[in-house]
């Protein structure tokens, strides 16, 4: 199955993950981000071309409590809302809701990345370009 339309991206978010490379995958392989930066085997900074992504490997188990809600993809048509669920489930990734239209005319839906992180893919008028 063919990727979906490229997300219009985030800005910046740093995210300490156990699943180092199973994460890159996802973020590069499935997102289609690219990789900006990598410092050292630790570190690696993705971007879309207009935001920046940077994984930190950890070194130890962290159980503690989470701040980070979710991470949002920014995408151009609420239909490449239902190509992206499409394409991501079709690659295996876990789901955490459907594609639904909310009351302000928003169109999303939430997966996890491999490391758990709550990933939203969304329409959202006022940031589409189209």
Known sequence: ???????????????????FDACERFYVELL????????????LYLTSGNDNLALHRSEE???GPQ???HIGFIL????????WYAFLLANEVLMRTKPKTHRDGARSFYCYDPDGNVVQMIYHP????A
Request: aromatic share 6%; hydrophobic share 40%.
């Open 67 to 69: 701040h980070l809600d």
């Open 61 to 63: 188990d962290f159980d």
């Open 76 to 83: 151009d048509m609420p239909e490449a809302v239902d190509e």
């Open 1 to 19: 199955m063919k990727r979906p339309v490229a997300t219009a991206g985030l800005r910046h978010v740093a995210l300490y993950v156990r699943e």
């Open 32 to 43: 289609g981000m690219r990789e900006e930066w990598r410092p050292d085997p630790a570190n």
């Open 126 to 129: 006022p940031l589409a370009k």
